[in-house]
């Protein structure tokens, strides 16, 4: 089913745009109504954010390759597991992680 109305920002060339794709599809221009939209693109925008918190690239480098090392052994490998498979596996690198 084509959409009933596209929504778009203030940008002028969607409805130039929106007119030679889809032509019989109303279109609303407006800066609020398509936030819902682009708030669920929020957490792909704050992925480049992530290394603030470190003062330099090598203490980040640092954090990651221990992180990373930790992190392959206590999150279980992603497959269709049951809950029970997922802490049988915590619990066994648990047991191996301690001295």
Not at 13 to 38: C, F, I, T, W
Not at 65 to 76: E, G, P
Not at 88 to 95: N, Q
């Amino acid at each position: 089913m084509p959409p009933k109305r596209i929504i778009t920002d203030k940008l002028r060339s969607y409805g130039a745009a929106k007119r030679d794709v889809m032509p019989a599809v109303g279109h609303r221009s407006h800066k609020g109504l398509n936030n819902r939209a682009e708030n669920s693109h929020l957490a792909a925008a704050k992925a480049g954010t992530d290394d603030e918190g470190f003062r330099s690239a090598a203490s980040l480098q640092r954090f990651i390759s221990i992180f990373s090392m930790l992190r392959n052994l206590f999150v279980a490998p992603h497959q269709k597991r049951s809950a029970l498979a997922t802490h049988v596996h915590r619990i066994r690198e648990i047991a191996h992680w301690k001295p």
